[in-house]
Nanobody, 119 residues
Framework: QVSLVQSGGGSVQAGESLKLTCTAS????????MAWFRRPPGKDREFLAS????????SYGDRMKDRITISRDKVESALYLQMDSLIPDDTAVYYC????????????WGQGTLIVVSA
């Protein structure tokens, strides 16, 4: 039932930083977990990081884990992904997602935003 709207994508050059935003609306999200995924061209979707809305407990996947920081602002109902030292291989469509903490699968998704990193 929650609706996720993303912003912050665009085209950047290698070495630059970018911050993505995912805003949740439609319901209280305090019982949710939220996450960032990406889908590079021609590849499957990759898990980047997740965070519990209540406690702010984070989990990072292997990809980009040393170059990204996931955070959330409960007042603004916003999820963020700070990305640093971007490389051309980071070119992908980036998605935010949410689920109930107890749910095994991510079941609500943002619309996706394209990031193109040029050498």
């Amino acid at each position: 039932q929650v609706s996720l709207v993303q912003s912050g994508g665009g085209s950047v050059q290698a070495g630059e930083s970018l911050k993505l935003t995912c805003t949740a609306s439609g319901r209280v999200v305090s019982t949710y977990s939220m996450a960032w995924f990406r889908r590079p061209p021609g590849k499957d979707r990759e898990f980047l990081a997740s965070i519990t809305w209540n406690a702010g407990s984070t989990s990072y996947g292997d990809r980009m884990k040393d170059r990204i920081t996931i955070s959330r602002d409960k007042v603004e109902s916003a999820l963020y992904l700070q990305m640093d030292s971007l490389i051309p291989d980071d070119t992908a469509v980036y998605y935010c997602a949410t689920k109930l903490v107890e749910s095994p699968k991510w079941n609500a998704w943002g619309q996706g935003t394209l990031i193109v990193v040029s050498a």
